[in-house]
């Protein structure tokens, strides 16, 4: 299969401990027909006086600073205005990617032409080098088009993905409000087929200052709901069979925090447990299926 170009989108900030090694690991990938845009977020630890030095060395990086900090959905989304490459990939700053990760995603994507994203599994790691291997062992890893799997939980991160041009092209600008891997993914479920690679082809590492897990607000998780899904919603392609159990989901956390505990949403969640929670592998599904719904059924949640 002959080679495309490959944008990788590389966003920094405060990352001086950590760059060294994600882009090495990028630069050393061997599908190399890759153009990397790198945008600093107005780093204060050196980090763009660092890429500074390092882009001379290497034709393909194109970089880039914002003035002022903008915060990592927005740099994702303004850098990946920069890229001309038909396929697009996302770095964070201090992951460790495996060699082929792009060279495998790249046949992964072109199975089909309906296929607007590729995802493979990410492996955490501590500095110290601690692995942890057994999150991805419970997770039912994502193929198909169903976008119901995806109102309340996103399993593919932005740092697992290769995305094809036009589902970029109709995702961008990312919302300032929820993910942006979020928003991708539901989108490539609306214009086409998503596609798994089940192997660790990215090192995720855990570190006191990750940028997206600090990200994350600390609400009720029908909160979190009732803010997400109505972003999901607005996406003009969705398919009306799965805007309607969307919308239906909705009504249900809206009811929240009036009640304590919704019997009807619990029955519905356990109606299309495997939907809802097809992500989830256990040994005994429906047992996890009750806890599940039984727990997302609550105002304390």
């Known amino acids: ?36 845009i790198i ?31 903008q915060g990592f959905n927005f740099n994702f989304s303004k850098a990946c205005t920069y890229t001309s490459g038909n396929f697009i990939s996302i770095a964070d700053q201090d992951d460790i990617w495996e060699l082929n990760k792009l060279e495998i995603l790249f046949e992964a994507i072109n199975k089909g032409e309906d296929v607007m994203l590729a ?10 080098g601690k692995l942890h291997l057994q999150s991805h062992k419970i997770i039912n890893h994502f193929s198909g088009n169903d976008g119901r799997q995806f109102f309340l939980a996103n399993i593919i991160s ?19 409000d929820g993910y942006y891997d979020w928003w991708l ?14 192997k660790i082809l990215v090192w995720h590492r855990v570190h006191d200052s990750n940028a997206t ?3 994350k607000p600390e609400v009720r998780f029908y909160k979190f709901t009732q803010i997400n899904m109505p972003l999901l919603l607005s996406i003009k392609k969705m398919p009306d069979k799965y805007r309607r159990f ?24 356990l109606q299309n447990a495997r939907i809802i929670f097809a992500h989830k592998k256990r040994t005994f599904p429906w047992l996890s299926y009750v806890k599940h719904s039984y727990r997302y059924s609550k105002a304390s949640f």
């Not at 500074?52 to 393909?60: C, F, H, I, Q, V």
Request: aromatic share 10%; with cysteine; net charge negative.
């Open 1 to 36: 299969m002959s080679q495309e170009l490959i944008s990788v989108v590389l966003c920094t900030y405060n990352g001086i401990r950590f760059i060294e090694d994600q882009l090495t690991s990028i630069q050393q990938q061997t599908y190399d027909k890759l153009e990397i």
């Open 39 to 69: 945008v600093d977020d107005a780093s204060t630890d050196g980090t763009f006086e660092w890429l500074e030095n390092k882009t001379p060395e290497d034709d393909r990086i194109r970089l880039y600073k914002n003035n002022v900090n």
């Open 119 to 128: 995802h493979c599994i990410s492996a955490r790691f501590e500095e110290q």
């Open 158 to 176: 932005g740092h697992n993905m290769l995305i094809k041009r036009n589902l970029l092209d109709v995702a961008v600008p990312f919302p300032n």
């Open 185 to 198: 993914v539901m989108h490539a479920c609306c214009l086409g087929q998503i596609k798994a690679v089940e």
């Open 213 to 215: 897990g600090a990200a």
């Open 246 to 269: 969307g919308q239906k989901l909705l009504a249900l956390y809206n009811e929240f925090p009036e009640k304590k505990f919704s019997y009807e949403l619990f029955f519905f969640l």
